[in-house]
């Protein structure tokens, strides 16, 4: 419906005529390749064994197989497999249950 090379409408504007995105008029985004589909079973795998490895470890552990990552791949592909590594988070914000609350006088 749409023709990229029309002579007088643009393609922004033929897809606002028909409704559509364009974006959606390019297609849909391509899929990951076949590496970063091997490395995610590499990490999903070794995340089940030590899931406390956050992104710099996993990217050391693939770097000693073999794989030349970078961290920031490695944090982008288990950003998107939804794994995050397992520690103590800080609660620095969170009150002592004893202790006093003074009011607020600074007004």
């Not at 029309?6 to 028909?18: D, K, M």
């Not at 791949?73 to 794994?83: A, C, E, P, S, V």
């Not at 995050?84 to 006093?100: G, L, S």
């Amino acid at each position: 419906m749409v023709e990229p090379r029309h002579p007088q409408l643009s393609v922004v504007r033929q897809c606002a005529l028909i409704g559509i995105s364009r974006s959606a008029f390019y297609g849909p985004r391509g899929g990951e390749s076949p590496l970063n589909l091997a490395l995610m079973k590499l990490i999903d795998a070794q995340f089940m064994e030590t899931p406390w490895y956050g992104s710099r470890q996993m990217a050391r552990h693939l770097r000693r197989q073999g794989y030349a990552v970078g961290r920031k791949r490695i944090r982008r592909l288990m950003g998107r497999m939804g794994l995050a590594a397992v520690y103590q988070q800080p609660r620095t914000t969170v009150p002592h249950p004893e202790h006093r609350k003074w009011p607020y006088l600074a007004q």
